[in-house]
């Protein structure tokens, strides 16, 4: 992330997409929004889940949510599974 708030993603076939975030925002709300579209570029990419549910790796991927002012990547079920930036 840029000290404007360009963030830049390469996926495993070069190609780049990159996209601005707030800067302003609570840390860990920061996670999660980075987190999620970080998520959406690599499952788009990649064509499978992303990050994988350990739970459930055929059925859906992980969600990230921010509870308790923490950003988590959660099983769609509720099961927390880590924090995000942990996997």
Same mark, same amino acid.
């Given at each position: 992330?840029?000290? &404007?708030?360009?963030? /830049?993603?390469?996926?495993? =076939?070069?190609?780049?997409? *990159?996209? *601005?975030? =707030?800067?302003? =925002? =609570? $840390?860990?709300?920061?996670?999660?929004? %980075?987190? &999620?579209?970080?998520?959406?570029?690599?499952?788009?990419?990649?064509?499978?889940?992303? $990050?994988?549910?350990?739970?459930? $790796?055929?059925?859906?991927?992980?969600? *990230?949510?921010?509870?308790?002012? /923490?950003?988590?990547?959660?099983?769609? /079920?509720?099961?927390?599974?880590? $924090?995000?930036?942990? %996997?």
């Amino acid at each position: 992330c840029t000290g &404007d708030g360009m963030v /830049t993603v390469t996926t495993d =076939d070069s190609a780049t997409e *990159s996209f *601005s975030m =707030d800067l302003t =925002d =609570d $840390p860990a709300v920061f996670a999660w929004k %980075l987190a &999620d579209r970080v998520q959406t570029i690599l499952i788009e990419n990649r064509q499978r889940f992303v $990050p994988p549910c350990p739970l459930h $790796p055929e059925e859906h991927p992980l969600t *990230s949510q921010v509870i308790g002012g /923490t950003a988590l990547w959660m099983c769609p /079920t509720g099961v927390t599974v880590a $924090p995000v930036g942990f %996997l």
